[in-house]
């Protein structure tokens, strides 16, 4: 995996985006689970689960939003971004075999502090289940000598 940045700041154009996808699974949740420390019935106990408004596990917002996080780290803007704000508003959840598409897209760039602003969102069929923005430092393509 190379760690040269993938785009700098002067590369990016306001409507450039990347998706990544990920399938939900139990063991996911449980893994997701064990990592962060939230192990939170809901997600991780399926009898509980189902006396619950949702009647079976769901999965951790934040690991629907991680999806985010990778877009940002790998593709875009890509290896050496500074991921420095998210702000996401759940709207449903994600269940053990969705697919889910995370997206984000550049909405606006300021070139003299280097800070992107992101449109996120992540889709189960079609419909959003989480939706926001994020901010991003990209460093300045370096002078050459």
Avoid: W
Wanted: hydrophobic share 40%; proline share 4%; net charge negative.
């Amino acid at each position: 995996m190379s760690h040269e940045p993938k785009y700098y700041l002067e590369d990016l154009e306001v409507g450039m985006f990347s998706e990544s996808t990920m399938e939900i699974t139990g063991e996911k949740i449980d893994a997701f689970a064990d990592i962060i420390g939230d192990h939170n019935p809901l997600h991780v106990d399926e009898e509980f689960a189902k006396t619950t408004m949702f009647g079976r596990r769901i999965a951790h917002g934040a690991l629907s939003a991680s999806l985010i996080s990778a877009i940002l780290g790998n593709d875009l803007p890509g290896p050496g971004a500074v991921f420095v704000e998210l702000n996401l508003r759940f709207r449903r959840p994600a269940f053990i075999g969705d697919t889910v598409i995370g997206r984000a897209e550049v909405a606006e760039i300021n070139e003299k502090t280097g800070r992107v602003k992101m449109k996120c969102y992540c889709i189960v069929d079609g419909k959003q289940i989480c939706r926001g923005d994020a901010g991003v430092m990209v460093q300045k393509r370096p002078k050459s000598d």
